[in-house]
């Protein structure tokens, strides 16, 4: 095995299949945020969402795709130029993956492509035990969306962050701040239907439990541009607690738990989880 990917694989200490697939898929993502960094990409945008906080912070969960936003809007932005970089940083380690540009069936500010290749072939890439990997289909296939928001909303904070290895890279992401501002418009306006993110609660208690604040212009700017806030209405603490206790009230918990279980090591880090629990968070919330 090359020596750059036993380095990192062997920081997951990997034991069970989804141990191994979680460790596959993360593996991944960091090649392809080296790939973007060789390319120029983050001169013009920014990594945030759940992997942003995975790779960079050390959120306890795994996280499947990457969220990009431009520094400025642009409305001619192409994510293809930079997805050779990506299939480069990958092939030159083993993997056999495609990287391609989703094309939009109507138009939108997300430009989008993906990751996507046979999730047992690429295991045995990683070192993953032949019997362990025949647990997977050979039609199962590891895929990671990538997707740019080309029409950002105002008022987020990024700062450049430094990946050591495979080699030392670094990625423009945001600020802690503007990170939780976007994880609770997702709480607070994501249109589940049927499956509830539960991902976004377990994010919402790692950020409290780090006391970080929500950068409320951004978390409104974002707001706005979903059509969930009135443009030119301040939106205060006061107003963002009553938001999430009326969402909270909605949700339903073993949904939310269900969802987030594969991405958890620890299960009993959702054994709390009801809808007193999170309510009794709310006071704990704070804005900047």
Same mark, same amino acid.
């Given at each position: *095995?090359?020596?750059?990917?036993?380095?990192?694989?062997?920081?997951?200490?990997?034991?069970?299949?989804?141990?191994?697939?979680?460790?596959?898929?993360?593996?991944?993502?960091?090649?392809?945020?080296?790939?973007?960094?060789?390319?120029?990409?983050?001169?013009?945008?920014?990594?945030?969402?759940?992997?942003?906080?995975?790779?960079?912070?050390?959120?306890?969960?795994?996280?499947?795709?990457?969220?990009?936003?431009?520094?400025?809007?642009?409305?001619?932005?192409?994510?293809?130029?930079?997805?050779?970089?990506?299939?480069?940083?990958?092939?030159?380690?083993?993997?056999?993956?495609?990287?391609?540009?989703?094309?939009?069936?109507?138009?939108?500010?997300?430009?989008?492509?993906?990751?996507?290749?046979?999730?047992?072939?690429?295991?045995?890439?990683?070192?993953?035990?032949?019997?362990?990997?025949?647990?997977?289909?050979?039609?199962?296939?590891?895929?990671?969306?990538?997707?740019?928001?080309?029409?950002?909303?105002?008022?987020?904070?990024?700062?450049?962050?430094?990946?050591?290895?495979?080699?030392?890279?670094?990625?423009?992401?945001?600020?802690?701040?503007?990170?939780?501002?976007?994880?609770?418009?997702?709480?607070?306006?994501?249109?589940?239907?049927?499956?509830?993110?539960?991902?976004?609660?377990?994010?919402?208690?790692?950020?409290?439990?780090?006391?970080?604040?929500?950068?409320?212009?951004?978390?409104?700017?974002? *707001?706005?541009?979903?059509?969930?806030?009135?443009?030119?209405?301040?939106?205060?603490?006061?107003?963002?607690?009553?938001?999430?206790?009326?969402?909270?009230?909605?949700?339903?918990?073993?949904?939310?738990?269900?969802?987030?279980?594969?991405?958890?090591?620890?299960?009993?880090?959702?054994?709390?989880?009801?809808?007193?629990?999170?309510?009794?968070?709310?006071?704990?919330?704070?804005?900047?």
């Amino acid at each position: *095995m090359n020596a750059a990917l036993q380095t990192l694989i062997d920081r997951y200490q990997p034991v069970t299949s989804q141990d191994w697939e979680n460790a596959l898929r993360e593996i991944v993502q960091e090649l392809a945020l080296l790939g973007l960094w060789r390319s120029k990409f983050f001169e013009h945008a920014a990594f945030y969402g759940g992997t942003a906080l995975r790779i960079f912070h050390g959120l306890p969960r795994f996280s499947e795709d990457m969220d990009f936003s431009l520094l400025r809007p642009d409305a001619d932005f192409q994510l293809a130029p930079y997805l050779e970089a990506i299939r480069a940083e990958l092939s030159a380690l083993g993997f056999t993956f495609e990287v391609d540009r989703k094309a939009k069936q109507v138009s939108t500010a997300i430009d989008s492509a993906f990751i996507k290749g046979s999730t047992r072939i690429n295991l045995l890439e990683i070192g993953a035990p032949s019997g362990l990997s025949t647990r997977f289909a050979p039609t199962q296939r590891l895929k990671i969306k990538l997707e740019v928001d080309t029409d950002p909303p105002a008022g987020a904070h990024d700062e450049v962050r430094t990946l050591l290895i495979p080699i030392p890279f670094q990625t423009r992401l945001y600020k802690l701040p503007s990170l939780f501002a976007g994880k609770l418009h997702a709480i607070l306006c994501r249109n589940w239907k049927t499956r509830v993110k539960g991902r976004d609660f377990f994010d919402f208690i790692w950020y409290l439990g780090k006391g970080v604040p929500c950068h409320l212009a951004h978390l409104q700017s974002r *707001m706005e541009q979903t059509g969930h806030w009135t443009s030119g209405t301040p939106l205060d603490e006061t107003v963002l607690k009553q938001r999430l206790i009326q969402r909270f009230n909605e949700v339903d918990f073993d949904q939310a738990r269900d969802d987030v279980r594969p991405f958890v090591r620890d299960a009993d880090a959702l054994a709390l989880w009801s809808r007193d629990f999170f309510l009794s968070l709310v006071d704990q919330v704070k804005g900047e």
